[in-house]
Structure formats: C-alpha cells, structure tokens
C-alpha cells in the first residue's frame, strides 16, 4: 500500500520561500510519476508540477520561473521549492504519485497525500 505524507508548509511573508517535501512510502519497487497539486479556499484542485521517472519536468504557467519539483529516488522523496510567494499561492498543496509499474507488472493506481497549508500574507 502506497502512503504519501507532506511537509513543509507553514506561513510566509509574501516574496519569501518554502519548500515541500513529500515522504512516498511503499513505492521502492515501482516506476511511478509525482505530482504536486494544489487547492486554494473556493477553488477546484489545480495542477502545480510534475516529474516523470526520467526527471522529466512539467509545470504550470503560474509557477514557472518560480516553483522548482525535484526528486530522490533513493530516498523516495519528492520536492517543491517554492520561491517568490504571492498571496495567491496560499493553498493546501497536496502530493500525488501515478505508478506505471510495479515490478513486472503494469500498474496504473493514482495515490494522494493528506495534503500540507501554505499561507501567503502580505
């Protein structure tokens, strides 16, 4: 059973920085793709970033330039530097892991994590 938990999140002062962690648990046997997502006050979830197995990158308009994912395997670990914060950035940011495949076998099972808040104030 895959598990995701995340910290880092906490209070800023807008234009300063945080960075998120998320602990993957149960994927060492597994290619597997990692998200970042998040959700502000009154809005859907929206997509923030994310890494393939190769290192792959992708990223929302909105924090290009801003927000770097990053990953260790080793570590089973995924990251999301968040620099230059703006109040809009105050969300509960959550991460996802998408397997692909788990030992031999084809995998396609999605996992959430609880989620972490980041509050932005000015």
């Known amino acids: 059973q895959v598990q995701l938990t995340e910290s880092g999140g906490g209070s800023v002062q807008a234009g300063g920085s945080l960075r998120l962690s998320c602990s993957a648990f149960?994927?060492?046997?597994?290619?597997?793709?990692m998200s970042w997502y998040r959700q502000a006050p009154g809005k859907e979830r929206e997509f923030v970033s994310d890494?393939?197995?190769?290192?792959?990158?992708s990223a929302a308009e909105f924090v290009k330039g801003r927000f770097t994912i990053s990953r260790d395997d080793a570590k089973q670990m995924l990251y999301l530097q968040m620099n230059s914060l703006t109040l809009e950035d105050t969300a509960i940011y959550y991460c996802?892991?998408?397997?692909?495949?788990?030992?031999?076998?084809?995998?396609?099972?999605?996992?959430w994590g609880q989620g972490t808040q980041v509050t932005v104030s000015s």
């Open positions: 149960g994927v060492a046997r597994c290619i597997y793709d």
């Open positions: 890494i393939d197995s190769r290192g792959t990158t």
């Open positions: 996802k892991v998408q397997l692909r495949r788990c030992g031999i076998y084809r995998d396609t099972r999605e996992y």
